[in-house]
C-alpha cells in the first residue's frame, strides 16, 4: 500500500513537470526559505548520463527581500530600458535595465549586438518561447524578434519537429532568452532544443548550436564522471564563444563548466549599495549545499591560458600570491554574473509549471550563462576568442569579487579573494572589455 501510495506520489509529480523525462522531479520537497519566501529549482536531480537544468525560481506573488531598482530608466529603449514601464508593474526581480546598468552594458555597443547570433542549448520543448520573450522584450522597450529570422526554435538537429513539452525546462527556457534579451538587444537568437535532456541529445544539440551561431550558452550539467574528456569534442569549437554554467551546488565541479574548451560561469549575489558603481557583489550562497558551483576538475587538464596560481595580483585566502589550493586541473570557475534568486532578475514564462506563470524572480548559475554569452556577442570577438582564455588578459575590464564563500574547503576554491577565485572566477563584467 505504501508502495502504491510513493508510486502515485512520482506519476503525479511527473503529470506536473510536462512529461516523463530523465529527470527526478522535486514538487514535494521542502522549500528552501528566505524570509518566508519559497526558492524551488526548475529541475530537479538528473539520472547518470543526463543533465539538470540551473534555474531556481522565487515562489510567485513573494515579495523579494533585496528589491531591486524598478523600472523607469531613462536609458535608450533599445538598450532595453524602457522609458514608461507599464503602468503599476513593481518589478519584484532586477530588470533588464538594472542588469545593463550593474555590468556598465547601455552604452557599451553601439551596434548592441546587431548581426550577432547567441544560441541557447537546452531540453525538451518550450511551446510558448516566441510569445513570452517577446513579452519580456516588449516590457522593457528592447525591440521585438521575428519568428524565423531574428529568432529561430528548432531541435537537436535543426528540424522543426520539436521534442515535447516540459515545464521545469521551459522555465529554464525563458530565463535564457530573457537574458539574451536583456543584454544584447539587437542580437539574433537561436535556440536549439535537445530531445530530452541526456547527454547524448545534449551534446548533439551543442554541436548544432556551434555551426550556426557564434556564440552558445549552457546553463545545464552534471558532476564529473570518469569518460567526460572524450565528450569534450563536442564542446571544442574554435571560433566559437561557448559558456557553460558552474552549477548551483556549492563546492564542487560540473560538466560542461569543467571542459577546457568553455567559459565556466560562476554567480554573485549583487545588490543595490552606495559604492561608486552603485552595486555590490559577494559570492553567491544560499546554504553549505546551495551555491555558486566551483573547484578542481578531477579529469580535465588546466589549460596554459588559466595558470590561475600566477595571475598578477591573485591573493589566497593565506595572504600569499598562488592559489592555496594548489589546483594542477582544470579550475571552475572562469568569470561570473548574478545568481543569488533572493536578489534574482525578472522572468516572463507563460507555461505553467508547478502552478506559476507570469513574471517571476529568477537567479541560478543559469541567470550567469546566458548574460556572461551575450557580453560576448555584444564585444564581438569571437574569431579571435581562444576558449576562455580572452578575460584571463583582461583583467583590468572586470569587477573583481572579494567576500563571501561557498563553504569551509579552506583554499580559494571556495572562498573570495582579490584576483582569481573558484566561485567567482576573474570576477563579472564591467563593460565588454574583459570579453
Known amino acids: 500500500m505504501h508502495r502504491s501510495r510513493a508510486f502515485l506520489g512520482v ?3 511527473i503529470v506536473i513537470g510536462g512529461g516523463i523525462g530523465l529527470y527526478a522531479t522535486h514538487a514535494f520537497a521542502a522549500p528552501r526559505s528566505n524570509a518566508s519566501v519559497a ?3 526548475s529541475c530537479g536531480a538528473a539520472q547518470s548520463g543526463a543533465a539538470t537544468c540551473h534555474a531556481i525560481y522565487l515562489s510567485q506573488g513573494a515579495a523579494k527581500p533585496g528589491k531591486g531598482t524598478g523600472g523607469g530608466s531613462t536609458n535608450s529603449v533599445t538598450n532595453g530600458c524602457p522609458t514608461n514601464p507599464t503602468a503599476g508593474n513593481t518589478y519584484p526581480g532586477y530588470t533588464a535595465c538594472d542588469v545593463e546598468n550593474a555590468y556598465a552594458l547601455s552604452t557599451a555597443s553601439a551596434s548592441n549586438g546587431s548581426g550577432e547570433t547567441v544560441a541557447i542549448v537546452d531540453a525538451y520543448n518550450d511551446p510558448n518561447a516566441f510569445n513570452d520573450v517577446n513579452t ?6 528592447i525591440p521585438l524578434l521575428t519568428n524565423g529570422t531574428t529568432f529561430k526554435q528548432v531541435n537537436q538537429t535543426g528540424g522543426t519537429k520539436l521534442p515535447r513539452n516540459n515545464g521545469g525546462w521551459a522555465q529554464e527556457i525563458s530565463l535564457d532568452l530573457d537574458m539574451v534579451s536583456a543584454v544584447c538587444p539587437n542580437c539574433n537568437i537561436l535556440l536549439v532544443e535537445a530531445s530530452s535532456n541526456s547527454n547524448t541529445n545534449l551534446f548533439t544539440a551543442e554541436n548544432y548550436a556551434a555551426a550556426h551561431a557564434s556564440y552558445v550558452s549552457n546553463s545545464y550539467g552534471e558532476s564529473e564522471f570518469s569518460g567526460e574528456t572524450s565528450d569534450d569534442t563536442y564542446f571544442n569549437h574554435p571560433g566559437v564563444v561557448i559558456t557553460a554554467s558552474s552549477g ?5 565541479v560540473e560538466y560542461p563548466a569543467a571542459s577546457p574548451y568553455v567559459t565556466a560561469v560562476g554567480g554573485t549575489s549583487l545588490t543595490k549599495c552606495s559604492s561608486t558603481r552603485g552595486w555590490c ?11 555558486a558551483g566551483s573547484g578542481c576538475s578531477a579529469y580535465e587538464a588546466q589549460q596554459s ?3 590561475i596560481a600566477n595571475i598578477t595580483g591573485n591573493v589566497d585566502v593565506t595572504g600569499t600570491t598562488t592559489l592555496e589550493g594548489n589546483c594542477a586541473k582544470r579550475a571552475v570557475a572562469d568569470v561570473s554574473a548574478t545568481a543569488d534568486p533572493y536578489h534574482g532578475v ?10 506559476v506563470s507570469g513574471w517571476l524572480v529568477f537567479g541560478g548559475t543559469s541567470v550567469a550563462s546566458p548574460l556572461v554569452a551575450s557580453v560576448y556577442a555584444l564585444a564581438g570577438n569571437a574569431s579571435s576568442v581562444t576558449y576562455g582564455s580572452y578575460p584571463y588578459s583582461h583583467t583590468s575590464s572586470l569587477n573583481d569579487v572579494t567576500t563571501g564563500k561557498t563553504a569551509s574547503c579552506g583554499s580559494d576554491l571556495c572562498t573570495a579573494v582579490p584576483g582569481w577565485d573558484g566561485p567567482t572566477g576573474l570576477g563579472t563584467p564591467n563593460g565588454i572589455g574583459g570579453f
Open 305 to 307: 591560458w588559466q595558470n
Open 346 to 355: 525578472d522572468v516572463y514564462d507563460s507555461y505553467s509549471y508547478q502552478g
Open 281 to 291: 557583489e559577494s559570492v553567491w550562497s544560499t546554504s553549505s549545499t546551495e551555491g
Open 11 to 13: 506519476l503525479i509529480a
Open 39 to 41: 526558492a524551488l529549482h
Open 248 to 252: 548551483d551546488g556549492g563546492y564542487g
Open 136 to 141: 519580456y522584450r516588449s516590457e522593457f522597450g
